[in-house]
């Protein structure tokens, strides 16, 4: 006989219960300032101790990339902010943290049955770790990126407010919902570009102002919808020789044979066939792997490895990009 150890499911007023039990912990007034800790780690240090588990020859790329504004260098950073927040209040409530929630770290992406979401799409951080930090960072980082594009306080204050808000008021809804319910929920492009538009609209009404948010948000989701890999293949690879390669653009994009990986990334995309449902499996075989190369991209991510590789199908114009990221 098997024993199934039961979970224990409570109710929404007892998880509210123990919410508010948490506050006592760490009361939301304690997340109201930050001072730097006496035995604070030298930023910089932090910094170039990432640098010893990276490509050496893109630890420039990545401090260049850096070093063009304060919300790159925010984008680059997460191990500082984690560092400055750990030694403050917390309430315990451990989640997968995305790590690195920032806001270009959301945006549209396809889903595996053709949809087009908008969610979280940067885990390189993940880890298990107080709900607050995601909140905290994804909140600075809307202060960082007004001030990026020229906005003032007013508006890096409102940005921030409403990022927080809409995360607790999502919170409380889903709280009320069934574990189905949840499971399920997600974002589509109609669903938000729906909402811009309704802000646009209320936003007109009380500035006259609001359409040029949204004709570059519709922009956006159509420019959005026209990725994909044929449109790839486009810009990134080039026929030699009667076949489909990769361009060579150093440093940013190297093929592995100039960098002697090949045998090693051919050994992780066989593991990972192996890990997919039969059906995706069995689509994926329809495909042959004609070049891989490694590519840099993002600003936190450049160094660690990141490598894209170039299937193809029934013919030369039946393209299929993967990514292998670290």
Partial sequence: MT???KRENKTVDERRALGREARKAAPRASHGSWTPAPDRPDPLTLLR????????????????????????????SAVLMAADLAPLPRTDLTVQLCGDAHL????????????LLFDVNDFDETLPGPFEWDIKRLAASFVLASRNNGFGEDVARETALAAVRSYREHMTAYAEMHELDVWY????????????????????????????????????????RGRDSLQAAGKLT??????????????????LAELNENEATAGLFAQYKATLEDDRRELLERYEVVDMARKVVGVGSVGTRCIIVLLLGREGNDPLFLQIKE
């Fill in 49 to 76: 101790a990432e640098d010893d588990d990276r490509m050496a020859d893109l630890v420039p790329i990545r401090w260049g990339r850096m070093s063009t504004s304060p919300f790159a260098f925010y984008r680059g």
């Fill in 238 to 255: 080039e026929v030699v020789d009667g076949t489909r390669r990769i361009v060579e653009q150093p440093p940013l994009v190297m093929h």
């Fill in 185 to 224: 929920s997600h974002i589509v492009a109609d669903d938000l570009l729906g909402m811009v538009r309704g802000a646009a609209k209320a936003k007109a009404v009380r500035k006259g102002v609001g359409k040029a948010g949204l004709k570059f948000a519709e922009k956006t989701f159509a420019k959005a």
């Fill in 104 to 115: 270009s770290n959301f945006g549209l992406y396809g889903s595996p049955e053709r949809e």
């Fill in 3 to 5: 024993i199934v150890e």
